[in-house]
Nanobody, 125 residues
Framework: QMQLEESGGGLVQAGGSLRLSCVAS????????MSWFRQAPGKEREFVAH????????YYKDSVKGRFTISRDNAKNTVYLQMNSLKPEDTAVYYC??????????????????WGQGTQVTVSS
């Protein structure tokens, strides 16, 4: 079992920054994978960023490359999403998702077994 809890969302002006955190209730997870997704009102949940817990390898949605950075702190069992140069179109509920072992296509929400409750990010213009 893996429980995930996000925090760090809020209201920010365009161009601003936020850092989201996701704490995973796991002892060790050498082969875990973790990702951030987001869902805007009336839209489908979409992939944002991915990190391998063991290797630290990352992958990003094209529109956030260069602005967002995913990282992890193994000692704290925490995954972060640093979001810079935020735009109004980044407004959404952001979710942390995880799996033990691989997930196949990492950008597909249905491939993840564990989800947090979400944290709202609102970017004003």
């Amino acid at each position: 079992q893996m429980q995930l809890e996000e925090s760090g969302g809020g209201l920010v002006q365009a161009g601003g920054s936020l850092r989201l955190s996701c704490v995973a209730s796991i002892r060790t997870c050498n082969n875990c994978v973790m990702s951030w997704f987001r869902q805007a009102p009336g839209k489908e949940r979409e992939f944002v960023a991915h990190i391998s817990w063991s290797s630290g390898g990352t992958y990003y949605k094209d529109s956030v490359k260069g602005r967002f950075t995913i990282s992890r702190d193994n000692a704290k069992n925490t995954v972060y999403l640093q979001m810079n140069s935020l735009k109004p179109e980044d407004t959404a509920v952001y979710y942390c998702a995880g799996n033990f072992g691989g997930v196949g296509r990492i950008t597909t929400p249905a491939n993840y077994n564990y989800w947090g409750q979400g944290t709202q990010v609102t970017v004003s213009s």
